[in-house]
C-alpha cells in the first residue's frame, strides 16, 4: 500500500507546522462568542437550503445537534452523535463495529455523510469510509427527505452534513485529558485566535485517543491533527483553507455473531457483548485519511456573491479478519466455521462545488436566488483475497467457548484474489429561489445531474450512466405568534451499478418523492421551540435480488417501498437553569411492491415503529453549587424485525439511560479559573442490547462506558 508510506511522516509535518505558523505565545483569556453566523464562519450554508438563512425558515424538517450537546452525551463518533436525533436508527452493527457510521434516515439506508456542505467520498460496497471525528463538529444538521435537489444522487430519507469548527478571531484554547472505561486515554487541543494584528485567524485541532475495544482482543486507537485559517483578503473576500489528518492504526472489529446464543439463549451455550469470533493472529483494521480543501467567497456589487467549496481527499485501508455463512453454524454444539480474508484498499478523489447567489427585493417580496455547478471524481481500488490452508483446529472454534489463538498464519495461501477498480463521476447544476413575502416562505428547486460510476474486477465490468432531473416545491407561514405550518414536495434519485438479469438492460435510477406537512413553533422570548411533521416518502425502481438466478447472483428492478410517519421534536427552557429536549417517531415503512421474493407486504430491517428520546439538563445554582450541571438522558428505540421476510422474528426493543455531571473548578479556587471537570456516562446500566441483518448476523449494542474528563480554557 502505498498510500501508508506517503502518510508516515505526514502527522510530523503537519504538526510541524501548525506549531510553527500559529502565536501560541498571543493567546490569552477572552469569553466564547455568541453570534451564531460568526462562530459558524463566513462559509456556513444551511444545509436544507445552501443560504445562511435559519433553518427555521425552511418548509422542510431539519435536526441541529450542537457540538456542546454531542460532547455531553459522551459521543465518540457521528453515529453515536447521531442516537438523539428524530427518525434516525443508528449504530446498525452495534457499539463493537466502530469503523463505519451506520444509520438509516425515515426507513432508508443513508451511506455516506457531509462535511461542510461536500460528500465525504467512499468505496461503495467496500470498508474504506472517511470518519469526521467529534472533536471537530461544530454542529451537525440532519435534513430530513430527498435532498437531490441541492446534492445530487441522494436516498430518498435525508442526510447528515456535519458543520466543522471554524477560526476564530478571539483567542481561546482548550486543553483537555480524559480516561475512562476499557482503559481509555485521550488528550486534546483545540486553539484558535488572530494571528497577530494580520487579516488571519487561525485554528489548530489535535487529538490522541487509545482504548480497549468492547470485543476480546481488539483496540481503538486514533490521532488526528487538523489546521485551518481564515484570511480576510477584503470586507468583500474571504478564503478558508484547511487540512484533516486522521490515522486509526486500530479500530476495534469487523465480524457478526449468530442469533443463537446472543440474541436469544441457547441450551448449547451464551455469548456476550465481548465475545470475539475472530482471532488475535488474523486481526487487523487500519485506516489513514487526509483532506485538504479551501472555501472561497466573495460579494459583489449588487447584492451578488460567491461561494466555492473544494476538498480533494486520499485514504487507505487494510484489513486482515473472518467470517461465517449461515450455512457454517452448528446452533446445537456452537461450532462456528470460519472464512479467512484480506482487504487492501485505497481511494483518491475530489469535489467542488460553485455557488452563485443573489438577494433582491421586487416589489414587497425578497429572492434568495442562488445558482450552482458541482462535480465529484473518485477512483479507488480493492484488492481482496481469500485463504486456505486453516487447521482442523481453527475449523472446530466453538463460539460459546470461543479460543481466538488458533490460526498458524504461515499455513495460509491465497485460495482466490480479485483486484476491484472502482470510480465516480458526477456533474449536477442547480437553481433555487427561497422568496419572503410578508410572512410568506416560499421555496423552489431544480436540479440536472449526469452520474457515471463503474466497478471493474477480473474483466468484466458492471456501470451506471445516468442523467436525472430532481425539484422540490415548498411554503411556510411565519404567524406572529410564532407557529409557522409548512408543506413540502421533493424528490431524489439513486443511480444503481449493473443490468437487469431477466431483461439485459442497464437499471434506471432508484427515484423517491416525499409529501411533507408539518408545523414549527417558536416562542417569542425563545424559551420553547419545536417542529410536529408528518410524511411520506415512496421509493420505486428498487432493485431486488433475482431468486431463480444461480446462487443469488443476479439482480432485476422491481421494487417499491413507502415510508410514512410522524416525527416531534422539542426544545424547552423551563428556568433560565433547566432544559428539557425530547423528540418521539413512529414509522410505517412497508415494500409495496416485489414480484421477485415475495417480499411484498413485509417491513424492512432497522425499522421500529417507535422510538423517543429526552434529554434533561439542570445548573445546581439554586442548590448552592455555582458552576455545576447535571444532565440526564434516556433512549428508547422500539423492536425491530430481525430479516427482511420477517420470518425470524423481532429483535427486542431497548431503552437506555445516559449522564453527565459538569463542575467549574474555578468556583472553589479563583486560581482555577478555567478548569473543570466532567464525568459522563452512556447506557448506565449496562443493559444489553442488539441489531441484527439476519438470524446469522447479530451484534451486541455498546456497553456502558464511562469516561472524566479534565479541562482546561484560557
Not at 456476550?272 to 466573495?298: C, I, L
Not at 421555496?443 to 458492471?462: A, C, K, M, N, P
Request: glycine residues 8%; proline residues 4%; aromatic residues 12%.
Amino acid at each position: 500500500m502505498s498510500l501508508s508510506h506517503q502518510f508516515r511522516l505526514l502527522p510530523q509535518v503537519c504538526m510541524v507546522t501548525a506549531f510553527a505558523g500559529f502565536p501560541f505565545f498571543t493567546v490569552q483569556a477572552s469569553e466564547q462568542q455568541q453570534e451564531t453566523l460568526t462562530v459558524l464562519g463566513q462559509q456556513y450554508r444551511n444545509t436544507a437550503t445552501k443560504t445562511s438563512l435559519a433553518p427555521d425558515e425552511t418548509p422542510q424538517a431539519i435536526s441541529v445537534l450542537s457540538g456542546e450537546s454531542i460532547e455531553a452525551k459522551g459521543a465518540t463518533s457521528l453515529g453515536q452523535a447521531l442516537r438523539y436525533a428524530p427518525g434516525v436508527v443508528t449504530e446498525t452493527k452495534g457499539g463493537s463495529v466502530t469503523m463505519y457510521d451506520n444509520f438509516y434516515i425515515r426507513g432508508f439506508q443513508v451511506d455516506q455523510s457531509y462535511y461542510d456542505g461536500l460528500v465525504l467520498q467512499y468505496l461503495k460496497g467496500w470498508n474504506l469510509q472517511p470518519q469526521i471525528d467529534p472533536i471537530m463538529m461544530q454542529q451537525v444538521e440532519v435534513f430530513k427527505g430527498p435532498t437531490s435537489v441541492l446534492y445530487g444522487a441522494m436516498p430518498p430519507g435525508g442526510m447528515v452534513n456535519i458543520i466543522a469548527k471554524k477560526p476564530q478571531k478571539e483567542h481561546q484554547t482548550q486543553i483537555k485529558v480524559s480516561g475512562g472505561s476499557r482503559n481509555l486515554r485521550q488528550a486534546s487541543i483545540d486553539t484558535t485566535g488572530q494571528w497577530a494584528d494580520s487579516p488571519v485567524d487561525y485554528r489548530m485541532i489535535a487529538l490522541a485517543r487509545k482504548q480497549d475495544g468492547q470485543v476480546d482482543n481488539t483496540e481503538e486507537e486514533r490521532y488526528l491533527i487538523a489546521p485551518s485559517m481564515n484570511w480576510h483578503l477584503s470586507e468583500a473576500t474571504h478564503l478558508n483553507l484547511n487540512l484533516y489528518y486522521q490515522r486509526d492504526p486500530n479500530m476495534g472489529m469487523n465480524s457478526s455473531m449468530p442469533a443463537s446464543g446472543t440474541v436469544y439463549h441457547s441450551v448449547a451455550g451464551d455469548t456476550s457483548p465481548s465475545t470475539s469470533v475472530g482471532d488475535k493472529n488474523w486481526s487487523q483494521f487500519e485506516r489513514n485519511v487526509f483532506m485538504a480543501g479551501y472555501q472561497f467567497d466573495h460579494d459583489f456589487a449588487n447584492d451578488w456573491h460567491f461561494l466555492q467549496n473544494f476538498r480533494f481527499m486520499r485514504a487507505s485501508l487494510s484489513q486482515k479478519n473472518t467470517y461465517h455463512t449461515a450455512s457454517g453454524f452448528d446452533a446445537a454444539t456452537g461450532t462456528l466455521s470460519r472464512n479467512v480474508y484480506s482487504t487492501d484498499e485505497d481511494s483518491k478523489g475530489y469535489t467542488v462545488d460553485n455557488q452563485l447567489s443573489l438577494v433582491r427585493n421586487w416589489g414587497q417580496a425578497e429572492h434568495n436566488i442562488l445558482f450552482g455547478l458541482d462535480y465529484q471524481h473518485l477512483s479507488g481500488e480493492s484488492d481482496y483475497r481469500e485463504y486456505s490452508g486453516m487447521s482442523a483446529a481453527f475449523a472446530a472454534f466453538n463460539l460459546f467457548n470461543p479460543n481466538n489463538n488458533l490460526l498458524n498464519t504461515q499455513d495460509l495461501t491465497v485460495a482466490a484474489e480479485y483486484d476491484y477498480q472502482i470510480k465516480v463521476k458526477q456533474l449536477g447544476g442547480y437553481w433555487q429561489d427561497q422568496m419572503l413575502w410578508n410572512n410568506w416562505v416560499f421555496i423552489t428547486g431544480l436540479r440536472w445531474d449526469h452520474y457515471q460510476s463503474s466497478s471493474e474486477v477480473s474483466g468484466y465490468e458492471t456501470e451506471a450512466d445516468s442523467h436525472a432531473i430532481s425539484y422540490r416545491v415548498g411554503a411556510l407561514y411565519q404567524f406572529d405568534n410564532g407557529i409557522s405550518p409548512f408543506v413540502n414536495y421533493a424528490t431524489s434519485f439513486s443511480p444503481v451499478a449493473g443490468v437487469d438479469s431477466k431483461f439485459g438492460e442497464p437499471f434506471e435510477p432508484e427515484k423517491g418523492n416525499q409529501v411533507e406537512l408539518g408545523v414549527k413553533y417558536q416562542s417569542a422570548t425563545g424559551e420553547f421551540s419545536g417542529t410536529l411533521s408528518g410524511y411520506r416518502i415512496i421509493k420505486s425502481n428498487v432493485v431486488v435480488t433475482d431468486p431463480s438466478s444461480a446462487n443469488y447472483q443476479d439482480d432485476i428492478q422491481v421494487g417499491e417501498v413507502r415510508s410514512q410517519g410522524i416525527e416531534t421534536q422539542a426544545n424547552w427552557k423551563i428556568t433560565p437553569l433547566l432544559q428539557l429536549d425530547g423528540s418521539y417517531t413512529y414509522s410505517d415503512v412497508e415494500v409495496t411492491k416485489d414480484s421477485a421474493n415475495g417480499l411484498k407486504g413485509t417491513t424492512p430491517i432497522y425499522v421500529p415503529k417507535h422510538s423517543a428520546t429526552l434529554w434533561a439538563q439542570y445548573q445546581l445554582n439554586q442548590l448552592g453549587l455555582s458552576g455545576a450541571q447535571v444532565g440526564l438522558g434516556g433512549r428508547y428505540v422500539g423492536s425491530m424485525y430481525m430479516n427482511a421476510n420477517n420470518d425470524q422474528g423481532k429483535v427486542p426493543s431497548y431503552a437506555l439511560l445516559d449522564m453527565m455531571a459538569r463542575y467549574e473548578l474555578g468556583e472553589l479556587n479563583s486560581q482555577w479559573k478555567g478548569m473543570s471537570v466532567e464525568v459522563s456516562a452512556t447506557n448506565l446500566t449496562n443493559k444489553e442490547y442488539y441489531s441484527c441483518y439476519d438470524n446469522a448476523n447479530c451484534w451486541y449494542g455498546a456497553e456502558r462506558n464511562m469516561r472524566i474528563q479534565f479541562g482546561y480554557d484560557f
